[in-house]
């Protein structure tokens, strides 16, 4: 994901002036959604496959089957009306509907942290993930947020790759998306330095990648950086967090092979 607001997404395949992502079970095989793009321009920054970028214009699942899927489309589209989210503050229901569409190939989540001598954070991601053709690795981050500009400066985070049981305190740290850390200290759980870099990181990650930023651009509500691994440390077995939409899991288990949840 490139941004929210409007929904783009970056990828190291220029496929043409419009296409479409299809998101197939790797169970069963079957298409279980689409979500049909646009492009919008290419970035002209690396050798091969350098990012283009597309914007969403519609996009659908079948997970449900009708009319189960209008019905939670319906309940979905309340919730958000009634409790918005961050995310569903900023976007507009239908393009909400296409984010969950993209979430069908499960999201890692990340804490990702920054280090200066004047600024410190650890805040949860899930809008990364490598742009293979290009050997880039892109974030969209909330422009809002309290590190953009310090991340845009320092050019270097380090990302923790955090087991599943660590959910709720990675849902605890989205506060550090407006409020920067105080100290390494205050965190509720043992950080230790990264390989090279030597930026604080979470203990007990099944692995730190370090990353060199190269680029940052504003795309609408967000801030899309585009860097390279520059160190790649395995440290544990175990199950990472993803997100992945409630009808996915659905549909999974009536094919008797859920996610496991966390
Ligand atoms: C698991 C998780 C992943 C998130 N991933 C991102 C992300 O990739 N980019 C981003 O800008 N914000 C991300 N956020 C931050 C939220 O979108 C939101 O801005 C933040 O939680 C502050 O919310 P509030 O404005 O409701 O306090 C993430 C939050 C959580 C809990």
């Not at 087991?163 to 998306?177: G, R």
Request: charged fraction near 20%; proline fraction near 7%.
């Amino acid at each position: 994901m490139a941004s929210l607001k409007p929904l783009v997404i970056a990828t190291s395949i220029d496929a043409g002036q419009r296409t479409a992502i299809e998101y197939c079970d790797k169970l069963t095989g079957k298409r279980v959604g689409s979500l049909r793009l646009t492009r919008m321009v290419s970035l002209g920054i690396a050798e091969h496959g350098s990012p283009t970028l597309y914007r969403v214009t519609a996009g659908e699942h079948h997970c449900l089957g009708w009319p189960r899927s209008a019905w939670n489309r319906w309940l979905q589209n309340r919730l958000m009306q009634r409790q918005p989210s961050a995310h569903h503050a900023l976007m507009a229901p239908v393009a909400v509907q296409q984010l969950m569409v993209a979430y069908l190939c499960p999201r890692p989540v990340v804490l990702v942290s920054i280090d200066t001598p004047h600024h410190r954070n650890m805040f949860p991601m899930d809008l990364i993930g490598p742009l293979s053709r290009s050997g880039l690795y892109s974030l969209a981050l909330r422009s809002t947020n309290v590190s953009a500009q310090i991340m845009r400066e320092t050019g270097r985070v380090a990302l923790s790759c955090i087991p599943a049981d660590m959910k709720p305190m990675a849902y605890k740290l989205s506060e550090h998306h407006k409020v920067p850390l105080k100290d390494w200290d205050a965190l509720p759980f043992p950080v230790r330095l990264s390989l090279e870099l030597g930026i604080p990181a979470v203990a007990s990650a099944l692995c730190v990648h370090e990353l060199t930023l190269l680029h940052s651009q504003e795309i609408g509500s967000h801030t899309f950086f585009l860097g390279r691994i520059f160190s790649d440390e395995p440290l544990a077995h175990g199950d990472q967090l993803h997100h992945t939409p409630g009808y996915y899991q659905t549909y999974r288990r009536r094919q008797e092979m859920p996610f496991a949840e966390a």
